[in-house]
């Protein structure tokens, strides 16, 4: 069977014009009504009562979620090392957006108010050529040499979570300056006056 009779407007259309209900032993059992007819019918069902229906898609998309959620627990629990790679291919994708969000998570603990970017980040490690703010040492994505955001006035000590408050540096730089203010960290080059990274 190619074609069909629409049982609402009539015509004789090709199968495909039809929404399949469900599925038999080998083949799908096609809707009598062509898709039109069928989408005209819902809007008029939907129409009709739209309370009823408004509460219904939010009880299926919460089940939806719930779904979906349980489905990817299971995929993750039956492919651990397909899982791991493909959060990794993930974090390298967006390592600017989750490094802008753990910074805020920690701006949060301080009670900190501001926010920076994954572009803030990006655009910082442009004009920063790549380079440690401190050292000078080339960043990458090396164990030791990975650039890391470091706040230029620290959050524990009153610094804000904004772009003009951030440098990049590498893990070295970022570890031995820990929470001390750049005068401290290395009073040859900057002094009490540089609030901002010069």
């Not at 790549?130 to 164990?143: D, R, W």
């Not at 470091?150 to 570890?175: Q, T």
Request: glycine share 6%; aromatic share 8%; hydrophobic share 25%.
């Amino acid at each position: 069977m190619t074609e069909k009779q629409c049982t609402r407007c009539k015509q004789i259309l090709p199968i495909e014009n039809f929404p399949i209900s469900r599925w038999g032993k080998a083949k799908p059992i096609y809707k009598g009504r062509c898709k039109p007819c069928d989408a005209a019918r819902r809007k008029e069902l939907k129409d009709a009562a739209p309370e009823r229906y408004r509460s219904y898609d939010k009880i299926s998309k919460s089940r939806r979620k719930d779904k979906a959620r349980v489905e990817s627990s299971n995929w993750r629990r039956r492919n651990p090392e397909r899982s791991k790679e493909l959060g990794r291919l993930s974090y390298a994708r967006h390592r600017e957006n989750r490094v802008a969000e753990s910074q805020a998570r920690r701006a949060l603990r301080y009670g900190v108010r501001g926010r920076i970017t994954g572009i803030d980040i990006h655009l910082k490690y442009k004009a920063q050529e790549g380079k440690c703010y401190y050292c000078g040492i080339k960043l990458n994505q090396t164990s030791l040499a990975k650039g890391v955001v470091e706040h230029w006035i620290p959050l524990s000590r009153g610094g804000k979570n904004e772009s003009s408050n951030i440098v990049m540096s590498c893990w070295d730089c970022n570890a031995r300056k820990h929470a001390k203010m750049p005068w401290e960290f290395m009073p040859e080059r900057f002094t009490f006056q540089d609030l901002t990274p010069p």
